[in-house]
């Protein structure tokens, strides 16, 4: 996956160890959005994977990406933090703005994009050579900062978020994967928000989970999305309606419907969306 | 718990202080490791191109001549490479002849027909054959081998078979025949390994048809997996024959040293590589050195067409190669 | 006659397999029997005076191979300045960029080099090369282990789940620390049994010193001058012609291979059966 990446240019850096620029201070519930997709195709070489996808992300909220295997949602989520740059053969055509800056402009460092908007995957990924509080620290010592006495502050402050501060504050120095799996995907959830991204975008992160380890991130999801916009793909559709705001529906590709989470799940306006909502088929 | 009141934050955020990271690092890197993984290739064109330019002199001025005449003479200055060829064929055939049928026999025995708990254990045992250095099997050869075959195995030989043109004798032990049997116990690990990792990729569903129509043990080895390795099993004894080829230390050690040709195998006689082994100590110079040259040459000619041939007929069955970590 | 015919089969079989069997046991006969007569002629020869003397004038009995084992250890050491470094970033290089047909000329010549016999190197050293020099021979080793550890390095960075680098993206890590600190670190144990597999090989070798090292009966202080080395040693003794010489030989092999044997046998322990493939 990662041979033959070609990173794209540069937007020159600024010189002293710079702090990335604020975003725009979102009015609380406002309506600036967080991204704004307009048009989005992908394609996997000659494969169109997603169509002409618009939509609008809500900031300080949680918006579900939901849709049967294969339509895309993934490759969606994926848009919004450029993982797609270092897939060979990718092709992201559209406009997308985070904040208002485009996302995909040419001097834009997708790295940088990265630190502001953080993901979590399925299946848990702690770095298995690293202990916890290694773990939860690793994006920002690597990097660079060298203060040992902020670099501590925010692991707890991380942990703390991630609801696991209480487990693992007495063996922080223990392997990674000596934790639960749900404990494991809360570190993987605090490890995110160490560098402070602004965004959390979430990829199926409970599918590998025992209920009672769900029903603990869906709770974190909540806590969290009073300071971040979350944006969750998940395959669960009682998840969807239990903890987002809005939900956008995907079909082979396509955005089929997005609108409240309470519209989708009692009135959807689409029959494929309430085909699959209700169960009929995905 | 609160995460709005534990993170602090209130709305905008502050600079995370965290360096810019800048493609300096990712270019620099980059390069250096490419620049690495390009030494490989020049490592190789420098192979090539020194022994070329090294057996320049002795090729321009001997051309054909050095392969099908038998000399090696520093004083009158005039060498001729014909008798190591034959050495190094024969040696390395008859090593092929030997070691071939006792490494399928044990590799069969070792993917089909041996207990479970028994085969880790006798592979690792056969790696570690592998691992043995050449020199020390030479010792072993010297003063191990060599007298034991002089009293007892080559006596017999020669009583019984002696009226072949090949085998008559005395002889000291030193010989080819001795080369080609030390040669066979230095390449049985790795014939064992790839024939056994050909055997392994065989899948269990052909050998599940076979018994289901009530074959012997020994029928469904030859019918289902037999029949399916023959290539790869090419490729394992191609790549023996190209291990037999460049052994050098265990060789010169037991083979004699002698430059005078001879249709015997149990008569002493020199590889290309114990050739070039036994000028240890000479400081060869001029046409001598681009002679020596020009044996190092065609033992890297040969040795690279026997190993791409074997990668060949291997790479087709998509068989492994093995942990060889032994030394020629 | 169907009874007969199917007594015949089994018995077939059961034929084969004891051939089999045997040959089982011939492959592994020279193993145990190398061991054996090791232990038996070397064993007693191993004593502090052996490992700490150096030798004496060729008619003389007594002395030892101490020199000849500082040496192998220096030339190791020569060798793994050059061939490690240019090894394990090689091996990244191939496992982590480059495009797929420049990366298959690598492999592909790296392989070639591998089953280069090690004369030819030594004699291609004492071509490049001028004079018999602990820099000569440790270059040629290293040459040596260059190809070994490349393969090893880029087949246990391979190895590496692919969602530890999409998990250190994800936090907008640099790339280069990425391979560095995260997924070289997580193969870190495999490259250096790969590291490990290819000093015990390399540590074995004669032919390429018989024109690089050349031998030396004194201690090696200048770099620039021959060096001993244990196989030479060895390989000089055997075919001297006196049996206290011989007796040295035997106890110089015994220590040589115990050397070489601990380090695969260490390796495959550590590694429990996942270590790297060096070569053929």
């Given at each position: 996956?990662?041979?033959?990446?070609?990173?794209?240019?540069?937007?020159?850096?600024?010189?002293?160890?710079?702090?990335?620029?604020?975003?725009?201070?979102?009015?609380?519930?406002?309506?600036?959005?967080?991204?704004?997709?307009?048009?989005?195709?992908?394609?996997?070489?000659?494969?169109?994977?997603?169509?002409?996808?618009?939509?609008?992300?809500?900031?300080?909220?949680?918006?579900?990406?939901?849709?049967?295997?294969?339509?895309?949602?993934?490759?969606?989520?994926?848009?919004?933090?450029?993982?797609?740059?270092?897939?060979?053969?990718?092709?992201?055509?559209?406009?997308?703005?985070?904040?208002?800056?485009?996302?995909?402009?040419?001097?834009?460092?997708?790295?940088?994009?990265?630190?502001?908007?953080?993901?979590?995957?399925?299946?848990?990924?702690?770095?298995?050579?690293?202990?916890?509080?290694?773990?939860?620290?690793?994006?920002?010592?690597?990097?660079?900062?060298?203060?040992?006495?902020?670099?501590?502050?925010?692991?707890?402050?991380?942990?703390?978020?991630?609801?696991?501060?209480?487990?693992?504050?007495?063996?922080?120095?223990?392997?990674?994967?000596?934790?639960?799996?749900?404990?494991?995907?809360?570190?993987?959830?605090?490890?995110?928000?160490?560098?402070?991204?602004?965004?959390?975008?979430?990829?199926?992160?409970?599918?590998?989970?025992?209920?009672?380890?769900?029903?603990?991130?869906?709770?974190?999801?909540?806590?969290?999305?009073?300071?971040?916009?979350?944006?969750?793909?998940?395959?669960?559709?009682?998840?969807?309606?239990?903890?987002?705001?809005?939900?956008?529906?995907?079909?082979?590709?396509?955005?089929?419907?997005?609108?409240?989470?309470?519209?989708?799940?009692?009135?959807?306006?689409?029959?494929?969306?309430?085909?699959?909502?209700?169960?009929?088929?995905? | 718990?609160?995460?709005?009141?534990?993170?602090?934050?209130?709305?905008?955020?502050?600079?995370?202080?965290?360096?810019?990271?800048?493609?300096?690092?990712?270019?620099?890197?980059?390069?250096?490791?490419?620049?690495?993984?390009?030494?490989?290739?020049?490592?190789?064109?420098?192979?090539?191109?020194?022994?070329?330019?090294?057996?320049?002199?002795?090729?321009?001025?001997?051309?054909?001549?050095?392969?099908?005449?038998?000399?090696?003479?520093?004083?009158?200055?005039?060498?001729?490479?014909?008798?190591?060829?034959?050495?190094?064929?024969?040696?390395?055939?008859?090593?092929?002849?030997?070691?071939?049928?006792?490494?399928?026999?044990?590799?069969?025995?070792?993917?089909?027909?041996?207990?479970?708990?028994?085969?880790?254990?006798?592979?690792?045992?056969?790696?570690?054959?592998?691992?043995?250095?050449?020199?020390?099997?030479?010792?072993?050869?010297?003063?191990?081998?060599?007298?034991?075959?002089?009293?007892?195995?080559?006596?017999?030989?020669?009583?019984?078979?002696?009226?072949?043109?090949?085998?008559?004798?005395?002889?000291?032990?030193?010989?080819?025949?001795?080369?080609?049997?030390?040669?066979?116990?230095?390449?049985?690990?790795?014939?064992?390994?790839i024939a056994?990792e050909v055997?392994?990729a065989?899948?269990?569903?052909?050998?599940?048809?076979?018994?289901?129509?009530?074959?012997?043990?020994?029928?469904?080895?030859?019918?289902?997996?037999?029949?399916?390795s023959?290539r790869g099993l090419f490729g394992a004894a191609m790549l023996?024959?190209?291990?037999?080829?460049?052994?050098?230390?265990?060789?010169?050690?037991?083979?004699?040293?002698?430059?005078?040709?001879?249709?015997?195998?149990?008569?002493?006689?020199?590889?290309?590589?114990?050739?070039?082994?036994?000028?240890?100590?000479?400081?060869?110079?001029?046409?001598?050195?681009?002679?020596?040259?020009?044996?190092?040459?065609?033992?890297?000619?040969?040795?690279?067409?026997?190993n791409i041939l074997a990668r060949l007929l291997i790479g087709a069955m998509g068989a492994r190669q093995?942990?060889?970590?032994?030394?020629? | 006659?169907?009874?007969?015919?199917?007594?015949?089969?089994?018995?077939?079989?059961?034929?084969?397999?004891?051939?089999?069997?045997?040959?089982?046991?011939?492959?592994?006969?020279?193993?145990?029997?190398?061991?054996?007569?090791?232990?038996?002629?070397?064993?007693?020869?191993?004593?502090?005076?052996?490992?700490?003397?150096?030798?004496?004038?060729?008619?003389?009995?007594?002395?030892?191979?101490?020199?000849?084992?500082?040496?192998?250890?220096?030339?190791?050491?020569?060798?793994?300045?050059?061939?490690?470094?240019?090894?394990?970033?090689?091996?990244?290089?191939?496992?982590?960029?480059?495009?797929?047909?420049?990366?298959?000329?690598?492999?592909?010549?790296?392989?070639?080099?591998?089953?280069?016999?090690?004369?030819?190197?030594?004699?291609?050293?004492?071509?490049?090369?001028?004079?018999?020099?602990?820099?000569?021979?440790?270059?040629?080793?290293?040459?040596?282990?260059?190809?070994?550890?490349?393969?090893?390095?880029?087949?246990?960075?391979?190895?590496?789940?692919?969602?530890?680098?999409?998990?250190?993206?994800?936090?907008?890590?640099?790339?280069?620390?990425?391979?560095?600190?995260?997924?070289?670190?997580?193969?870190?144990?495999?490259?250096?049994?790969?590291?490990?597999?290819?000093?015990?090989?390399?540590?074995?070798?004669?032919?390429?010193?018989?024109?690089?090292?050349?031998?030396?009966?004194?201690?090696?202080?200048?770099?620039?001058?021959?060096?001993?080395?244990?196989?030479?040693?060895?390989?000089?003794?055997?075919?001297?012609?006196?049996?206290?010489?011989?007796?040295?030989?035997?106890?110089?092999?015994?220590?040589?291979?115990?050397?070489?044997?601990?380090?695969?046998?260490?390796?495959?322990?550590?590694?429990?059966?996942?270590?790297?493939?060096?070569?053929r």
């Open positions: 996956m990662t041979k033959g990446i070609q990173l794209p240019a540069l937007k020159s850096a600024p010189s002293a160890p710079a702090a990335i620029p604020p975003a725009a201070p979102a009015p609380a519930g406002g309506s600036a959005a967080t991204f704004d997709v307009r048009q989005l195709n992908v394609w996997f070489g000659s494969h169109q994977v997603l169509r002409g996808v618009s939509l609008e992300i809500r900031p300080k909220a949680v918006t579900a990406i939901i849709g049967p295997s294969g339509c895309g949602k993934s490759t969606f989520l994926r848009v919004l933090n450029r993982m797609h740059d270092l897939v060979p053969g990718a092709r992201v055509e559209g406009r997308i703005t985070l904040f208002g800056e485009d996302l995909y402009a040419r001097d834009v460092d997708a790295t940088l994009v990265r630190r502001r908007v953080g993901m979590v995957f399925q299946k848990s990924n702690p770095f298995p050579t690293m202990s916890v509080a290694e773990n939860v620290t690793v994006g920002l010592r690597l990097n660079g900062m060298r203060e040992k006495g902020l670099i501590q502050e925010r692991m707890e402050r991380s942990l703390r978020m991630a609801a696991l501060w209480e487990e693992v504050k007495d063996r922080l120095n223990a392997n990674a994967l000596s934790l639960s799996g749900g404990q494991q995907q809360r570190l993987c959830i605090a490890r995110a928000l160490a560098i402070e991204p602004e965004v959390l975008l979430m990829d199926e992160p409970a599918s590998a989970l025992d209920p009672l380890a769900t029903a603990k991130i869906e709770e974190l999801i909540l806590q969290l999305k009073q300071d971040y916009t979350i944006v969750i793909v998940t395959h669960n559709m009682q998840q969807a309606a239990r903890i987002s705001g809005q939900t956008a529906f995907f079909y082979l590709g396509e955005l089929v419907e997005f609108d409240q989470t309470i519209r989708i799940f009692t009135h959807p306006r689409q029959k494929q969306t309430e085909d699959y909502v209700t169960g009929r088929f995905g | 718990m609160n995460a709005a009141a534990v993170s602090g934050k209130t709305g905008s955020r502050a600079g995370l202080a965290l360096a810019a990271p800048g493609k300096a690092g990712d270019r620099v890197f980059r390069l250096l490791t490419w620049l690495m993984a390009m030494v490989v290739l020049v490592l190789l064109a420098l192979v090539g191109w020194t022994l070329c330019k090294g057996s320049a002199l002795s090729l321009s001025k001997f051309g054909w001549h050095f392969f099908v005449h038998s000399n090696w003479d520093p004083v009158n200055g005039d060498y001729g490479a014909f008798w190591f060829i034959y050495c190094t064929f024969v040696s390395s055939c008859l090593a092929l002849l030997i070691a071939l049928p006792l490494s399928l026999g044990t590799a069969v025995y070792l993917t089909e027909l041996a207990p479970g708990w028994v085969r880790q254990p006798a592979m690792s045992m056969i790696e570690m054959l592998a691992a043995i250095p050449s020199v020390v099997l030479g010792v072993w050869g010297i003063f191990v081998l060599v007298p034991w075959l002089r009293e007892g195995p080559y006596p017999l030989l020669v009583k019984h078979f002696g009226f072949l043109p090949v085998l008559r004798g005395p002889t000291t032990g030193f010989c080819i025949l001795s080369a080609a049997i030390i040669i066979a116990i230095m390449i049985l690990p790795i014939i064992t390994s056994r055997f392994r065989v899948p269990d569903s052909q050998r599940e048809a076979a018994f289901a129509l009530g074959a012997t043990r020994w029928e469904v080895t030859r019918l289902a997996v037999l029949r399916y023959v023996g024959l190209g291990r037999a080829l460049g052994e050098t230390m265990a060789v010169t050690m037991v083979i004699g040293n002698s430059d005078k040709i001879s249709t015997f195998l149990l008569a002493p006689g020199n590889t290309l590589a114990s050739k070039m082994a036994a000028e240890y100590g000479e400081t060869p110079l001029g046409l001598h050195l681009s002679a020596l040259f020009e044996l190092g040459l065609m033992l890297l000619l040969v040795t690279v067409a026997t093995p942990t060889g970590t032994g030394a020629p | 006659m169907n009874h007969w015919y199917h007594r015949w089969r089994k018995l077939k079989s059961s034929g084969v397999s004891g051939l089999c069997l045997l040959c089982a046991l011939a492959v592994m006969t020279p193993l145990a029997l190398v061991f054996f007569h090791l232990l038996k002629a070397g064993a007693s020869s191993l004593d502090l005076a052996f490992l700490t003397q150096l030798p004496t004038p060729p008619a003389e009995p007594g002395g030892g191979m101490a020199n000849a084992i500082v040496g192998s250890a220096t030339l190791l050491g020569l060798a793994g300045l050059v061939g490690i470094p240019v090894g394990v970033l090689g091996g990244i290089y191939l496992s982590e960029f480059g495009a797929r047909r420049r990366n298959w000329a690598v492999r592909f010549a790296a392989d070639i080099l591998n089953g280069t016999p090690s004369i030819v190197w030594g004699i291609v050293v004492y071509a490049l090369v001028v004079g018999y020099s602990a820099y000569a021979a440790g270059l040629a080793l290293g040459f040596m282990m260059i190809p070994l550890i490349i393969r090893a390095t880029e087949e246990m960075m391979a190895l590496v789940p692919n969602s530890y680098r999409e998990a250190a993206f994800a936090l907008g890590i640099p790339h280069w620390r990425i391979v560095l600190n995260i997924v070289l670190k997580t193969a870190g144990k495999g490259i250096i049994t790969g590291i490990l597999l290819a000093a015990a090989r390399v540590t074995g070798e004669t032919a390429p010193l018989l024109f690089t090292a050349f031998g030396n009966d004194l201690w090696n202080r200048n770099l620039s001058q021959p060096i001993e080395a244990l196989p030479l040693k060895i390989f000089n003794y055997a075919l001297s012609p006196y049996d206290d010489r011989h007796r040295q030989a035997w106890a110089g092999a015994l220590v040589l291979i115990i050397f070489v044997l601990a380090l695969n046998i260490g390796v495959r322990v550590m590694t429990r059966g996942r270590a790297p493939r060096l070569a």
